[in-house]
């Protein structure tokens, strides 16, 4: 057989041919600048320590110490409303937020470029570290959980709303423009109609999201089941832990599938 | 609808559908109420409490900036954390979706305990997982780092079965009948076509790990949170500025590259 | 040589893929499945790689029951059998090369595979294979780049790259327009000839059938109704296939000779 070589591949620009390399190089150059400098303690990792924890704490973790029930769900009552209260916050109060970042409502490019600004800065923090700040502003009780809750909210639902409000239907809003409604009327006939459905939507999604995100608002005294988490974990009562987990489960898959359903028909 | 000549006319809208908006309308008020009150965070207790709020806000300014070069090598460590989290649980994530996809794995004694795993993973706070380890492997970053793997895996894992239970299944069907075993398939149909959405979700998956490392510092699982827990217990708020202002510069250009890049590849 | 003998296929729904089917096809042959969608055609030629596995009865491609094969001889027939697609089955972001030579997977090792290690006669093997259907200035292109004609050839060339006994074809020109079409049956045509490869295609339009076949198999719900040679064929006979009148939409239409 007489010696074969393929045709040359298509020429590449200097750029097309150097970005892979380029690409690895710097992916590789992360990884080494990650992996020397990280430093974790192996020989406390894998230590003797270690293995007395493993064989203590899981076996625990997997047997729920039930005799803390009543407390547990109390606590975990407590969550839910924190979530609830939060969540409802924030969805009133995100709906301002919403339309002077939409375009089509709020024809100023300040507004909308400020109020975009104010929502994703919001978003840059986790709820923990705003709850952490009002815990120091009002102390320690659910009231600082739920304020950081809604304004974390704020901070996604008022995005989605803005998100919502652009894609609205504007004819619909000409239509009655050219009948002579006046600003509220387009709003109550022209503009809710059309974004009812979807803001309820979000709103619920979103308190899916808070029950999460409430769960472990005690671990820095802001109301809670994350309280017992603190205090079970310190005293290394570990089955108790494993019952907190268990409920935390349950509760969050359940919330999770009742909200889809709620969804589902709503939109 | 009324069969007389002269139909009754309700409004707009139905008594009965009315009825329902109000009753929704006045459940979920009532029972706002009823929250707001037992979780003490009415707007009442907003309004005793503003002055809770402005107080800190005003002894946040001005930041501390000399702070920032002790802020800046644990921020670092905290980025690494996430790096090697998300690069775990990306690698791990590719086999667990593929037994996850019911297109590839039609047998659900594969595809569902695979699911229910990872749905169980995702409803555990990372840093409820966080503290389980802590206790576990004692206090550092290792902790830290596997609880960021394991709630990041169940995330990854989702996203990733969906999108490979959406992918062309053609070429698949043309690889089987060419003699191509399994794998030889999954590399030669099913990668291909969910690369780029894999490479995509790898980085929103950071994004969210990001975040998350910056508060596990709080229950000793490394990171910046340390430093921000540290001195928040000790009021020293100007040094609190500080850490606020960087972490929201940091996690603002890595969503900023991380959306360009996503942007890009999709 | 592809025998059926008193094949059966019952899907699990309960519905008849195929009923009692006998047939004889000899190596080299060019045979046209026709019938109206639904009537069991595709059934039929997916049965002779496996792709559905009969229910009943007897399939033998040279001398052996392929109805008694393991996974592994499975893949070893397949790498024997080539098999053409109404959706052409390209992966659409990989390459026409990369498209092409997947299709020695069945002769490569997974590992050799995985990292693109292939002989250098398979990948002139797949460069020929290319030529031979006159796509190969578009080697290194994506294959969704490429026009529905075009992706077909390439999908010719894979299979070609197997170095098959027996192409099968799945209504390759359905989604195609009728220039097209007749360019890839002549592929298909050209291919069987030269290479002396079995040939399989489904068909349900009936000028082309007679254009192209040597042999044409007619089917009514899951049964053979008809089978002889393409001199034999006129349009009464599809009528008695089809069981109605023969329709415009019947027809490709666009034949050089129209």
């Known amino acids: 057989m007489t010696e074969f070589t393929l045709p040359p591949k298509p020429k590449k620009t200097p750029w097309q041919k150097m970005r892979p390399y380029i690409i690895g190089i710097i992916l590789l150059a992360i990884y080494i600048w990650t992996f020397t400098s990280i430093e974790i303690r192996w020989s406390r990792v894998f230590s003797q320590h270690t293995i007395e924890s493993l064989t203590r704490v899981i076996p625990q973790l997997f047997s729920p110490d039930w005799s803390a029930f009543g407390k547990v769900m109390g606590l975990m009552w407590e969550t839910l409303l924190m979530a609830y209260t939060g969540t409802l916050m924030a969805a009133i109060l995100a709906i301002p937020f919403g339309f002077f970042a939409a375009r089509n409502m709020v024809r100023n490019k ?14 840059a923090f986790p709820e923990l570290v705003l709850a952490l700040m009002f815990v120091a502003a009002v102390g320690p009780r659910p009231f600082a959980g739920v304020i950081a809750i809604a304004i974390g909210s704020i901070g996604m639902l008022g995005k989605l709303y803005s998100e919502v409000i652009e894609s609205i239907d504007m004819n619909v809003v000409e239509a009655l423009e050219a009948n002579g409604a006046n600003k509220l009327q387009v709003l109550v006939y022209g503009i809710i109609p059309q974004i009812i459905p979807e803001f309820l939507s979000y709103a619920i999604y979103r308190f899916e999201i808070d029950v999460r995100a409430s769960t472990i608002l005690g671990i820095i005294g802001a109301g809670g089941i994350g309280t017992l988490i603190t205090i079970a974990t310190t005293n290394r009562n570990w089955s108790e832990v494993g019952l907190i987990l268990l409920v935390i489960i349950v509760v969050v898959t359940l919330i999770d599938i009742i909200s889809a359903q709620i969804r589902k028909r709503l939109v | ?259 360009k890049i996503r942007e890009r590849l999709i | 040589m592809i025998e059926f003998k008193d094949v059966s296929l019952v899907y699990p729904n309960g519905t008849q893929g195929l009923k009692n089917i006998n047939l004889q096809i000899n190596p080299g042959e060019f045979v046209v499945v026709v019938g109206l969608s639904g009537a069991g055609k595709s059934t039929l030629i997916r049965s002779i790689n496996r792709l559905v596995k009969p229910t009943g009865g007897d399939l033998l491609i040279d001398n052996e029951n392929i109805l008694n094969y393991g996974s592994r001889e499975l893949r070893k027939l397949r790498t024997k059998v080539g098999m053409i697609f109404q959706n052409y089955n390209l992966v659409k972001r990989s390459s026409v090369m990369k ?8 002769h490569t090792g997974t590992l050799r595979s995985m990292f693109n290690l292939y002989p250098k006669e398979d990948l002139a093997l797949a460069y020929r294979s290319l030529e031979r259907v006159n796509i190969a200035d578009k080697l290194y292109q994506r294959s969704d780049q490429l026009s529905g004609g075009q992706q077909q050839r390439v999908a010719i060339a894979r299979v070609l ?96 000779d129209e």
């Open chain 1, 110 to 123: 300040f507004l909308n470029t400020a109020s975009k600004w104010a929502l994703n800065a919001i978003r």
């Open chain 2, 1 to 259: 609808m009324s069969k007389t000549n002269q139909p009754t006319l309700q409004g707009i809208s139905s008594n009965k559908t009315k009825l329902r908006i109000s009753a929704i309308f006045i459940i979920i008020v009532g029972f706002y109420l009823f929250t707001s009150i037992k979780t003490e965070s009415s707007l009442l207790d907003l309004w005793n409490g503003k002055n809770g709020f402005i107080n800190i806000a005003q002894s946040l300014f001005p930041p501390h900036w000399s702070y920032a070069s002790t802020v800046m090598p644990q921020l670092i460590e905290t980025l690494h954390m996430a790096i090697i989290a998300t690069t775990v649980a990306a690698l791990i994530s590719i086999p667990i979706s593929l037994l996850s996809a019911a297109n590839l794995f039609p047998n659900p004694f594969i595809h569902q305990p695979v699911r229910f795993i990872m749905n169980v993973l995702r409803t555990i706070p990372d840093i409820l997982l966080a503290l389980i380890f802590v206790g576990i492997f004692g206090v550092g970053v290792f902790p830290g780092i596997m609880a960021l793997i394991i709630f990041s895996l169940g995330l990854l894992a989702k996203l990733l079965y969906e999108t490979i239970e959406s992918i062309d299944m053609n070429p698949i069907e043309a690889i089987r009948a060419s003699g191509g075993n399994t794998l030889q398939v999954i590399t030669y149909a099913v990668m291909p076509q969910v690369l780029p959405q894999f490479v995509s979700f790898g980085l929103y998956v950071f994004e969210v790990n990001v975040r998350a490392s910056l508060v596990l510092g709080f229950v000793g699982a490394g990171g910046i949170g340390l430093l921000l827990n540290q001195q928040v217990s000790w009021a020293n708020y100007p040094n609190v500025m500080t850490i606020i202002i960087i972490i929201f510069i940091s996690v603002v250009i890595i969503d900023y590259i991380s959306n």
């Open chain 3, 99 to 106: 498209n092409v030579i997947s299709g020695r997977l069945g």
């Open chain 3, 161 to 256: 790259t197997q170095q098959p006994n027996i192409i099968l074809a799945d209504e390759p020109v359905a989604s195609l327009d009728p220039p097209t079409s007749h360019q890839v049956m002549t592929y298909l045509r050209k291919v069987n000839k030269e290479d002396n490869i079995t040939t399989i295609v489904n068909l349900h339009f009936i000028d082309m059938a007679m254009e192209y076949a040597d042999r044409i198999i007619g089917m009514r719900a899951g049964e053979v109704v008809y089978d002889g040679p393409v001199s034999d064929v006129n349009e009464a006979t599809f009528e008695e296939i089809y069981g109605r009148k023969i329709r415009d939409e019947d027809r490709v239409g666009g034949s050089e």
